[in-house]
C-alpha cells in the first residue's frame, strides 16, 4: 500500500448559516507523509479533513487533488479513502468481522478473497479472537482497532483520522497512540490525523499544521513548531511558555526582577527600534526548561517560589519574577524548594524567542 | 431475615395492591371469555360448558376475520413502504419544517376517529367505486397507524447516530442503496418491528372510524363483534370476543417480546 500526494488549494469553507469554518487554505501532503491538523475546537481542523474526506466540498474555487486527480467533485463513496471517526462509526448490525469486511463487499471482492483479506487485518491489528464478537461486546480501544482495520481493509489511497483517540482514557490512549504510529509507518499510507492533544500530534505528525480561527497558523516538523513557533499563538498553544515584557536596550531585556538576553535576531530590530524611542517595550517567550538555575554570581534574574511541585524526575517551580504573570520553571536539581525561596536564574539566549502576536 | 420481616408489612400490601389492580383488568376479560364457552350466560359455567357458540361465531362471521386480517397486513406494507422512509428523512433532516412534521403526525391519533371517517368519507366517498371497497377502509387505517410506525421507527433512529454510522458507510465506498438496505435497515429492526406489531394489533382493533367508513358488504372484525352484541345472545357476542383474542394476544405478546431493549449495559 503506497500512498498518493494530496493538495489542498484554496479551500475555504462557508456554511449554510453564513459561518466561516475555514479561510482559503492551501496544503500540500507528500505521497505517504502522515499531517495532523492541530488546534483548538472550532478552529477549522475537521473541517479540513472532512473537505479532504468529500464528506464536505469547499466553496467555489477550492480544488482538492489527490495525486494528479482533481477529485473536488467526486464524491466520498468514490475517492477511495480510509477514515476513523471519533465515536468509532462501527456497524452494530455486524460481528468485527463484518465491520472489517463491509467495505470489501461492497467492491464486490469475491468471498474468498474478503475472508483472507479480514483475517490479514484482524492478524494486522492483533484482533483475531474477536473476529466474531458483536461491537457492543467490545471495549473502546477494541473498537478502535476495528475501525482501524476496517479503514485500511479496502486498501484506501489516504486514511483519515478525526480525533480517533479522544474518546479513550489516558493510558488506553497512549498504548494506541503507539500501536497507530507502527501502523502508519508500516503502511507507508498518506494519511491525515486530526487531533486537539499536541503530545498526539508531536508523537504522530512528520509535519503538524496548527490551525487557529479557520487558518494555517504554522505548518512544519514538530521540532519546527515547538523550537520556532511562528507566533504567540503557536507557541501558547504548544507546550507551557513564558512570557516577559520588558524594555529592550543593549540586547538585554530589562524587567522588574533583572534581565534576559535578547535573541540575536531581534536584537538588531529591537535596537533599531530603541534608537527612535529608548523606551521600547519588547515581549519576550521561553520554555520552562530553558530557565537554569545559577549561583547568584551568574544570574540574569532572581525569582521568589511560589508553589513547586517535584515530579521525581523534575521539579515543577512557579516563580514570581516581578513580571505581570508568574513563570513557569522546570528544573532538576537534586535539592528541595519551599514557597518564599529566593532562587537566581539564567536563560540561554539561544532559547529566547521574540515572537510576533498572534494572527486573528 | 430480620429485614425481610421488617420489610414485610409493606410488601404484602403492595402485592394485595398490585392483584387488585390485575383483578380489575383482567376478571373483565376471562368472564367474557367464560361467557362466550357457556351453554347459558345466566346459569353461568355451572350450566355447561360448550363450543357452540365459538362454532357459530365462526361460521356466521369467520368473513369479518379474514377481511380484518386481510386490511391488518395491506395497511402494514403500506405503513412500512411509506413510513420507514419518511422517518429516516425525517431523522436525518433535522430542521423546523420536518419538526412540524412530526407533530402534525399526531394528528390522526388525536382527532376522533369518526372525525377522519367523516372527511374521508366527504373527500374520496364518490370517487368510482372506492366507497363500496375494502380500500376505503384501508385508507383510514393507514392514515390511523402511520403515526405509530413513524414513530416508532424514529425512536430507534434518534437512538443511533446515523449519520455517522452512514458517513462510515461512504468512506468505505457504500452507495446510498447500499447504505440504506446493508446499514439503515438492519439497525432500525427492532423499531421497525416493534411499529409493525403496533399497526397489525391497532388495524385489527379499530372500531371508530371502521364503524362510518365500512359498507354492509365489509364489516370488519370489530364491526361484526359490535352487531353481534346489539342483536344476538350475549354469549354469542362474548365468544365472538374469544376468537378475537385469540388472534390478538399472541400478537401482544409478539410486541412486547420485540420491543424489549436487547442488550440493556450496552447503551453507550
Redesign the interface.
Known amino acids: 500500500m503506497s500512498g498518493i500526494p494530496i493538495r489542498l488549494e484554496a479551500c475555504s469553507k462557508t456554511f449554510d448559516d453564513g459561518t466561516r469554518a475555514l479561510h482559503p487554505v492551501d496544503l500540500s501532503i507528500a505521497a505517504g507523509e502522515t499531517i495532523v491538523l492541530l488546534g483548538p475546537s472550532g478552529c477549522g481542523k475537521t473541517t479540513t479533513l472532512r473537505i479532504i474526506?468529500g464528506?464536505e466540498s469547499p466553496d467555489a474555487g477550492g480544488r482538492v487533488l489527490f495525486g494528479t486527480d482533481d477529485v473536488t467533485a467526486v464524491?466520498?463513496?468514490?475517492r477511495?479513502?480510509?477514515?476513523v471517526?471519533q465515536?468509532y462509526?462501527?456497524?452494530?448490525?455486524m460481528t468485527v468481522a463484518g465491520n472489517i469486511e463491509?467495505?470489501l463487499k461492497?467492491?464486490g471482492m469475491a468471498a474468498a478473497d474478503r475472508a483472507a483479506r479480514v483475517r490479514e487485518m484482524l492478524a494486522m491489528m492483533r484482533i483475531e479472537p474477536l473476529a466474531q464478537r458483536r461491537i457492543?461486546?467490545l471495549s473502546g480501544g477494541q473498537r478502535q482497532r476495528v475501525a482501524l482495520a476496517?479503514?485500511i481493509a479496502?486498501r484506501p489511497r489516504v486514511l483519515?483520522l478525526d480525533e480517533p483517540l479522544t474518546a479513550l482514557d489516558a493510558k488506553l490512549r497512549e498504548d494506541l497512540r503507539g500501536e497507530i504510529d507502527r501502523l502508519l509507518r508500516s503502511l507507508a499510507i498518506t494519511s491525515v490525523y486530526v487531533t486537539h492533544d499536541q503530545a498526539e500530534a508531536m508523537a504522530l505528525g512528520d509535519r503538524i499544521a496548527v490551525m487557529s480561527h479557520g487558518r494555517i497558523a504554522q505548518i512544519g516538523s514538530p521540532q519546527d513548531i515547538y523550537f520556532a513557533p511562528a507566533d504567540a499563538f503557536v507557541a501558547d498553544f504548544i507546550g507551557t511558555m513564558n512570557r516577559v515584557r520588558g524594555a529592550a536596550a543593549d540586547g538585554r531585556l530589562r524587567f522588574a526582577g533583572g534581565w534576559l538576553p535578547l535573541p540575536a535576531g531581534a536584537v538588531a530590530g529591537v535596537a533599531a527600534a530603541a534608537a527612535t524611542a529608548p523606551a521600547c517595550l519588547t515581549d519576550v517567550m521561553f520554555r520552562p526548561e530553558d530557565l537554569h538555575l545559577v549561583d547568584a554570581a551568574a544570574a540574569q534574574f532572581a525569582g521568589t517560589v511560589l508553589s513547586s511541585f517535584f515530579l521525581g524526575d523534575h521539579t515543577r517551580l512557579t516563580l514570581d519574577a516581578g513580571g505581570e504573570a508568574p513563570l513557569v520553571a522546570r528544573v532538576q536539581q537534586r535539592r528541595r524548594f519551599d514557597g518564599g525561596d529566593t532562587v537566581h536564574c539564567a536563560v540561554d539566549p539561544q532559547a529566547v524567542l521574540a515572537l510576533r502576536p498572534a494572527a486573528t | 431475615m430480620s429485614k425481610m420481616k421488617r420489610r414485610a408489612p409493606l410488601f404484602w400490601l403492595l402485592l394485595a395492591f398490585t392483584l387488585a389492580v390485575c383483578a380489575f383488568l383482567i376478571v373483565p376479560v376471562a368472564m367474557s371469555m367464560l361467557a362466550g364457552v357457556t351453554q347459558n350466560y345466566f346459569t353461568g359455567w355451572r350450566g355447561g360448558l360448550t363450543l357452540d357458540w365459538v362454532i357459530k361465531v365462526w361460521t356466521d362471521y369467520r368473513h369479518t376475520v379474514f377481511l380484518s386480517i386481510k386490511i391488518a397486513l395491506a395497511c402494514l406494507v403500506c405503513t412500512l413502504l411509506l413510513g420507514v422512509p419518511a422517518a429516516y428523512v425525517l431523522a436525518r433532516r433535522s430542521n423546523a419544517f420536518t419538526r412540524a412534521i412530526e407533530e402534525l403526525l399526531v394528528m390522526p391519533v388525536a382527532i376522533p376517529g369518526l372525525a377522519t371517517a367523516l372527511a374521508l368519507i366527504v373527500t374520496f366517498g364518490g370517487f368510482g367505486d372506492l366507497r363500496r371497497s375494502w380500500l376505503f377502509i384501508l385508507i383510514g387505517h393507514v392514515l390511523f397507524t402511520l403515526p405509530f410506525m413513524v414513530r416508532s421507527v424514529l425512536a430507534v433512529l434518534a437512538s443511533?447516530?446515523l449519520r455517522?454510522?452512514e458517513?462510515?458507510?461512504?468512506?468505505?465506498?457504500?452507495?446510498f442503496t447500499?447504505r440504506f438496505f446493508?446499514?439503515v435497515l438492519?439497525?432500525c429492526?427492532s423499531g421497525i418491528v416493534a411499529g409493525s406489531l403496533m399497526v397489525v394489533t391497532l388495524s385489527l382493533g379499530e372500531f371508530n372510524m371502521t364503524l362510518l367508513l365500512h359498507t354492509p358488504l365489509t364489516p370488519t372484525l370489530p364491526v361484526g363483534l359490535a352487531d353481534a352484541y346489539a342483536s344476538l345472545r350475549i354469549e354469542v357476542g362474548s365468544a365472538y370476543t374469544l376468537i378475537f383474542f385469540v388472534i390478538i394476544i399472541p400478537l401482544l405478546v409478539a410486541l412486547q417480546w420485540a420491543s424489549r431493549p436487547r442488550?440493556p449495559g450496552?447503551a453507550?
Open positions: 474526506a464528506l464524491p466520498i463513496e468514490k477511495n479513502v480510509g477514515m471517526f465515536s462509526a462501527l456497524f452494530p448490525n463491509y467495505g461492497v467492491r457492543d461486546q476496517r479503514a479496502p483519515l | 443511533i447516530d455517522t454510522l458517513e462510515g458507510a461512504r468512506s468505505l465506498g457504500a452507495s447500499q446493508g446499514i438492519p439497525n429492526r442488550d450496552a453507550k
